[in-house]
T-cell receptor
Framework: GENVEQHPSTLSVQEGDSAVIKCTYS??????FPWYKQELGKRPQLIID?????GEKKDQRIAVTLNKTAKHFSLHITETQPEDSAVYFC?????????????FGKGTKLSVIP | DAGVIQSPRHEVTEMGQEVTLRCKPI?????LFWYRQTMMRGLELLIY????????DSGMPEDRFSAKMPNASFSTLKIQPSEPRDSAVYFC?????????????FGPGTRLTVT
């Protein structure tokens, strides 16, 4: 089955700096890669996703890049703010009409220091 | 839409007792997922349903766990008998599927403590 590795497990940055979280996946059949943000005591919520036919996607201060050849994808947050502090999870999903399950990474706890 | 609804939000029970967690997915969503979250193991998929039919239950840890979806608006996850190592936050999520997209919408979770 799919295996998703996520690094680092914790990350501290100064407010205004950039943060980068990296994930690798094992199954070359995976074609959908979402990122979820989970604030303390809250539910995970989708913040951005990318499909395998796209190399990069941006949404304001966040961006995701995908390297299919190397089987890794990354989340970039620029101009970090205290409200960005949360646990971020990457995930991967295989292609195919019958496959709807996501495999999640272990998460990265991001702390933005004011 | 109220989003995915889970109950109870918190459950404290003694080892050996039966625990039932409940979920109401977003109306019109074809897929429903049950996850377990712990510090050690992260977010683990336990089972998921498509149109009320269980598709993959390979993540269910053992026979003590069972899940049902009797109709499109209700699902249960049951643990019988419960053990302290079952303590975790259990999330239910739903997804439109197919043309509706792959995003999974999570419920608020049920924090289970087994003493």
């Amino acid at each position: 089955g799919e295996n998703v590795e996520q690094h680092p497990s914790t990350l501290s940055v100064q407010e205004g700096d950039s943060a980068v979280i990296k994930c690798t996946y094992s199954d070359s059949a995976s074609n959908y890669f979402p990122w979820y943000k989970q604030e303390l005591g809250k539910r995970p919520q989708l913040i951005i996703d990318i499909r395998s036919n796209v190399g990069e996607k941006k949404d304001q201060r966040i961006a995701v890049t995908l390297n299919k050849t190397a089987k890794h994808f990354s989340l970039h947050i620029t101009e970090t703010q205290p409200e960005d502090s949360a646990v971020y999870f990457c995930a991967a999903k295989k292609s195919g009409a019958g496959s709807y399950q996501l495999t999640f990474g272990k998460g990265t706890k991001l702390s933005v220091i004011p | 839409d109220a989003g995915v609804i889970q109950s109870p939000r918190h459950e404290v029970t003694e080892m050996g007792q039966e625990v039932t967690l409940r979920c109401k997915p977003i109306s019109g969503h074809d897929y429903l997922f049950w996850y377990r979250q712990t510090m050690m193991r992260g977010l683990e998929l336990l089972i998921y349903f498509n149109n009320n039919v269980p598709i993959d239950d390979s993540g269910m840890p053992e026979d003590r766990f069972s899940a049902k979806m009797p109709n499109a608006s209700f699902s249960t996850l049951k643990i019988q008998p419960s053990e302290p190592r079952d303590s975790a936050v259990y999330f239910c999520a739903s997804s439109p599927g197919l043309a509706g997209g792959h995003e999974q919408y999570f419920g608020p979770g049920t924090r289970l403590t087994v003493t």
